[in-house]
Structures are given as C-alpha cells and as structure tokens.
C-alpha cells in the first residue's frame, strides 16, 4: 500500500514557476513507478510525465517538453514536478500516481495509487 501526499500548487503568474512534490508513505515507495497528470475545469484527466522506480528513465507528454521536468529522490520518498515558463493554460489539479513496474519501464497510465491532487493556477 501506498500513500500519496501532493503539495506546492498555488497561484502564478504566466511565465513563471512552480515546483511541485509528492510525499510518498509506505515501505516499498521507492519501488514504484510513478506520474503526473492533471486534470482542468470540464475536461480529461491528461498525462505529463513518469518516471521510473530509479529515477533513470523519464518521459515528459511532448506538448510540455523543454517547461516541465519530473525527478525523484527515493532517499526522502518524494517525487517532483518543476513547471517553468507557465502558462494559462497549464492551469489544472495536478495529481501524482504510483504502480508496480518491471525494470525501468515508464508508463503512461495503469496507475494504482493515486493522491487527492493540488491545484495550479496561472494567471495571464
């Protein structure tokens, strides 16, 4: 079992930046997989990024290339989101999830744990 725990969101503005955590609880933590999606007012809940159980792999949805970055450090149970150059319209709850994975796959849904999310607002 895994708990997920997200913190950093809050208001700014365009062009600017955040830097997102997950606080992850449980034994086995660093042995997961995990992602970022984010969800905006009406509609679908949307990948941008995973990472694997290491920290070796990681891929980001190609529309938020070269803005955001995911990483992890496994020693403090906590993966991380950096958003730069922000925009209006990366304004959603973004919500981290973790799954058990083989190797240093990444995977871009099947996710089992879930946290209750943190909203991102970006004003222009």
């Known amino acids: 079992q895994v708990q997920l725990a997200e913190s950093g969101g809050g208001l700014v503005q365009a062009g600017g930046s955040l830097r997102l955590a997950c606080a992850a609880s449980g034994r086995t933590a660093s042995r997961y997989a995990m992602g970022w999606f984010r969800q905006a007012p009406g509609k679908e809940r949307e990948f941008v990024a995973a990472i694997s159980y290491s920290g070796g792999s990681t891929v980001v949805a190609d529309s938020l290339k070269g803005r955001f970055t995911i990483s992890r450090d496994n020693n403090k149970n906590t993966l991380y989101l950096q958003m730069n150059s922000l925009r209006p319209e990366d304004t959603a709850v973004y919500s981290c999830?973790?799954?058990?994975?083989?190797?240093?796959?990444?995977?871009?849904?099947?996710?089992?744990?879930w946290g209750q999310g943190t909203q991102v607002t970006v004003s222009s």
């Open positions: 999830a973790a799954r058990s994975s083989l190797g240093e796959l990444l995977y871009r849904g099947g996710y089992t744990y």
